[in-house]
């Protein structure tokens, strides 16, 4: 259907002229890209503006705005809203990532549950939400749970093996029984057969306790994820004991900046910096002897004038040291949950718009939304491991007793 009544050039190009703006090349664009969309409009309505015609099928409603930066500057685009059915320029306009329509449905149902604040107020505003109808937020909502649980759920066998998983934990607030409580977010991200890294689960819990973290790494044995060689994470006792119990066959890598947190907690604050650079220097050697022969300095040089920092070290060995049985290529990748502080900072960047949830639905919804779309960015993206690489840390590894460097051969400490 055509809509010649809308779309007049010599008219829009008269008014453009008559008005002497100085933006005349951003006006112009603008007023042409809405009487597109109105005359596109109307055939999906099946009808002109403003004309009664028998094979109408919806009505118009008014528009809703959004940004469209261009050459000549971001102009305001009106789409047409009709009362049956949706009308979305796809030609011209991507839609809203899911993230962010999960935003827009937690906010909103925070919004029309009467818990918004000042702030919550605000924001609802911004995101030009603060029309939306509670069936509305409902329809959106469904899809996005929907989508969210398939992404939960998903099999994993295909996509294995997962030679390297990560686990940590997030808490969010939220309202529940007449107050607000702290609610735990489990996530657990892999790098998969393919040398991708990807999401393979989340869960929300009250705590963070040994039962919940055993009955997380159960469902996602069950959903298929097998090859596990190590896990990384921090030192939360169910968190180990549920991995031990889970994947017999993998090691644990206790996370190097969480440890190094645990440690100074038992260091006087005068010789944390000494210990601190000493710790790191382990760290920084070029083969697995050569870290243990500088762990080996490190305890003798707080054997006796640090006793606790001593047994707190000796303890943690092993754990700390676990990457040591891999490739020196993944090190960076393995030794610290550090890789994975950039998904946590999205996940807060989403979470922190909200404040206080106002379900627990609603932080499956949103949290899982970002972490589908961050799960779809890694499996376009570059690999995270390469596959020469994976196989060769698939294979095990056994210490050599002959050091490539000796413990003599290492230049001294200095505190």
């Keep these: 259907m055509t809509a010649a009544h809308?779309?007049?050039?010599?008219?829009?190009?008269g008014e453009a002229l008559a008005e002497a703006s100085p933006d005349l090349m951003r006006?112009?664009?603008?007023?042409?890209?809405?009487?597109?969309?109105?005359?596109d409009a109307d055939s999906v309505v099946g009808a002109e503006y403003g004309r009664p015609t028998p094979g109408r099928v919806s009505q118009r409603n008014g528009y809703r705005h959004r940004d469209?930066?261009?050459r000549v500057g971001t102009i305001d685009v009106a789409i047409p809203k009709l009362r049956k059915g949706t009308y979305f320029p796809e030609w011209l306009l991507e839609r809203r990532k899911r993230a962010e329509a999960a935003l827009?449905?937690?906010?909103?149902?925070?919004?029309?549950?009467?818990?918004?604040?000042?702030?919550?107020d605000k924001l609802v505003k911004t995101l030009g939400i603060d029309s939306l109808s509670k069936s509305q937020v409902s329809r959106m909502a469904a899809e996005l749970d929907e989508h969210v649980e398939q992404f939960r759920h998903r099999p994993l066998d295909a996509a294995g093996p997962f030679t390297f998983v990560a686990a940590d934990a997030l808490t969010m607030k939220l309202r529940e029984g007449g107050r607000v409580i702290n609610a735990v977010v489990l996530v657990a991200t892999g790098v998969n057969g393919d040398g991708h890294r990807e999401v393979l689960g989340m869960r929300?819990?009250?705590?963070?306790?040994?039962?919940v973290w055993n009955e997380f790494f159960a469902d996602l044995v069950a959903r298929g994820l097998t090859g596990v060689r190590l896990v990384t994470s921090d030192a939360h006792a169910g968190l180990v004991e549920a991995i031990a119990a889970n994947l017999p066959g993998a090691s644990w890598q206790r996370c190097r900046t969480h440890y190094a947190a645990n440690l100074m907690s038992v260091t006087p604050k005068s010789m944390w910096p000494a210990v601190k650079?000493?710790?790191?220097?382990v760290y920084d050697q070029p083969d697995r002897p050569a870290v243990h022969a500088q762990f080996d300095r490190l305890l003798d040089y707080v054997d006796g004038k640090l006793p606790e920092v001593h047994d707190h070290l000796d303890t943690a060995r092993a754990d700390i040291l676990a990457f040591t049985g891999f490739p020196k290529d993944v090190w960076t990748q393995i030794w610290s949950n550090n890789p994975a502080e950039r998904l946590n900072r999205e996940?807060?960047?989403?979470?922190?718009?909200?404040?206080?949830?106002?379900?627990?639905?609603?932080i499956v919804r949103l949290v899982g939304a970002v972490l589908a779309e961050q799960t779809d960015e890694w499996a376009e993206?570059?690999?995270?491991?390469?596959?020469e690489v994976l196989a060769r840390c698939r294979v095990n590894i056994v210490p050599t007793s002959e050091p490539e460097i000796g413990a003599n051969d290492l230049p001294a400490l200095i505190a």
């Design 27 to 39: 006006d112009l664009l603008q007023t042409m890209i809405n009487a597109l969309l109105s005359a």
């Design 6 to 13: 809308i779309v007049d050039p010599a008219r829009l190009l």
């Design 68 to 70: 469209l930066d261009t």
């Design 381 to 387: 993206g570059r690999r995270y491991l390469g596959l």
């Design 204 to 211: 929300v819990a009250t705590a963070e306790t040994g039962p």
């Design 347 to 362: 996940i807060r960047r989403r979470t922190d718009a909200v404040g206080i949830f106002p379900t627990r639905a609603a």
């Design 104 to 120: 827009i449905t937690v906010v909103a149902d925070c919004y029309l549950a009467g818990v918004s604040t000042r702030r919550m």
């Design 277 to 281: 650079a000493m710790l790191h220097s």
